[in-house]
């Protein structure tokens, strides 16, 4: 039944954000999307209140025994971590629209949709992950270990986004007959009596492909929280939920954040090095809160105060 109210509630959301909050077809300003992300990360915040709240009246299912403050302590941790996982992605979406020439005023409709196949997808994989750490105990093992490995491989590529997503392109060209024309906001037209996809379906596809890579790190990085399916599932969704407000937000001042490359690698090593230890060392939930938060503000603040490295330094 919770699991019912969520979805209803995630539904609304997404509602009010389409039909309400960007109707129009606009380059939304940054006092707009500024007030967007603090909404949605005000919203996710307070979600935890409620959450609190249904664990004391035990309106979920509670296969771990969490008390109310752990359960809300954990969902607190593992949204932070799907909402620092997701600066990476708003690289990648940014790099996707630059090269497919997608306007500003019709990226809003394709990253509305994208979200919907990322809550898709993240569902898809949450439950058969929690499935897998409950019941096969050295999982822990090898989940711990991909993230360290995915840790030290995104630190140590360079510019890994510099080619265009033309395999992506050519990939979905041998099933759809793609176009480079137009037609308003949709992502179908008929040119030459045939029903070909446009530049705004091209673009979706390649961010869903690209945000099922991601979720093969994202997930791991929430069950060295927690294995609770209800968090683990509320604390993606609404990390979610506020990524497309945030690329808006952060779109023109991506280049300043360079550093929080560094953040991310820290909490990807640190969340490997909690799952590889889980069975022998347990670190209370504020512990792991506390890094992450400080693991962001240092990432944060070195990357206002330090440009990005040019490539000839």
Same mark, same amino acid.
């Given at each position: ?7 209803i509630l995630v ?54 025994? !969490?008390?109310? &403050? =752990?359960?809300?302590?954990?969902? +607190? ?11 990476? #992605? ?22 509305f949709w994208g ?85 705004l379906f091209s ?9 099922? !890579?991601?979720? &093969? =790190?994202?997930?791991?990085?929430? +069950? ?11 604390? #993606? ?77």
């Amino acid at each position: 039944m919770i699991y019912i109210a969520l979805l209803i509630l995630v539904v609304l959301l997404l509602y009010i954000d389409l039909a309400v909050l960007n109707k129009k077809q606009d380059h939304p300003s940054n006092k707009k999307t500024a007030l967007e992300t603090l909404y949605w990360v005000l919203f996710a915040l307070s979600f935890s209140g409620v959450l609190y709240w249904a664990y004391s009246h035990q309106l979920v299912d509670n296969p771990s025994h !969490l008390t109310p &403050l =752990d359960a809300t302590f954990k969902y +607190l941790t593992g949204y932070l971590i799907e909402l620092s996982l997701s600066v990476d #992605n708003l690289f990648v979406m940014a790099f996707i629209f630059s090269s497919l020439k997608i306007p500003v005023k019709y990226q809003h409709r394709v990253l509305f949709w994208g979200i919907m196949g990322a809550m898709f997808f993240r569902a898809a994989l949450i439950f058969p992950g929690t499935l897998l750490i409950n019941k096969i105990s050295w999982m822990t093992y090898v989940f711990g270990a991909f993230l360290i490995y995915t840790a030290f491989k995104m630190l140590t590529e360079e510019d890994e986004n510099e080619a265009a997503p033309s395999s992506q392109i050519k990939f979905i060209e041998r099933f759809v007959p793609l176009t480079t024309s137009y037609n308003g906001e949709k992502f179908w037209l008929i040119e030459d009596g045939i029903r070909k996809a446009t530049p705004l379906f091209s673009a979706l596809v390649v961010i869903e492909i690209t945000d099922i !890579l991601f979720a &093969l =790190d994202s997930i791991p990085a929430i +069950l060295a929280i927690t294995t609770d399916p209800f968090i683990v599932f509320s604390s #993606n969704i609404f990390a979610i939920l506020g990524l497309r407000a945030m690329y808006f937000f952060l779109v023109n001042m991506l280049e300043q954040f360079y550093y929080i490359k560094y953040s991310v690698f820290a909490i990807l090593l640190f969340v490997g090095i909690k799952l590889i230890i889980i069975h022998y060392i347990h670190l209370p939930e504020w512990f792991s809160l506390a890094f992450i938060v400080l693991a962001l503000i240092v990432g944060i603040a070195y990357s206002m105060t330090h440009s990005k490295p040019s490539k000839n330094s």
